[in-house]
Nanobody
Framework: QVQLVESGGGLVQAGGSLRLSCAAS????????MGWFRQAPGKERDFVAA????????VYAGSVKGQFTVSRDNAKNTVYLQMNSLKPEDTAVYYC???????????????WGQGTQVTVSS
């Protein structure tokens, strides 16, 4: 089993930046593709970005492409989401997940963190 813990969320003004981290324990994350998802109040959980086990392949939602960057450090067992030029509509709880491939569907992931709140004020 893999345990995932997100951190780095918080309150930021529009136009600001945050870097989320997802620290894994229990198994090396090099075994997994990793994904980031977000869920705003009253909405479904949406795909944000994913990265292959090696870091050689990345996938982004159209709404964040060019704005967010996903990366990983397998030696530190950690995945990151750099978020720049944040907008109020980016406000959500952000979750990281581990799975067998860098897919857009949450159903493709087996392990989930508890989430971290990101709030962007206008």
């Amino acid at each position: 089993q893999v345990q995932l813990v997100e951190s780095g969320g918080g309150l930021v003004q529009a136009g600001g930046s945050l870097r989320l981290s997802c620290a894994a324990s229990g198994r090396p994350i090099s075994l997994y593709a990793m994904g980031w998802f977000r869920q705003a109040p009253g909405k479904e959980r949406d795909f944000v970005a994913a990265i292959s086990w090696s870091g050689g392949g990345t996938v982004y939602a159209g709404s964040v492409k060019g704005q967010f960057t996903v990366s990983r450090d397998n030696a530190k067992n950690t995945v990151y989401l750099q978020m720049n030029s944040l907008k109020p509509e980016d406000t959500a709880v952000y979750y990281c997940a581990a799975g067998s491939r860098p897919a857009r569907s949450p159903n493709s992931y087996d392990y989930w963190g508890q989430g971290t709140q990101v709030t962007v004020s206008s």
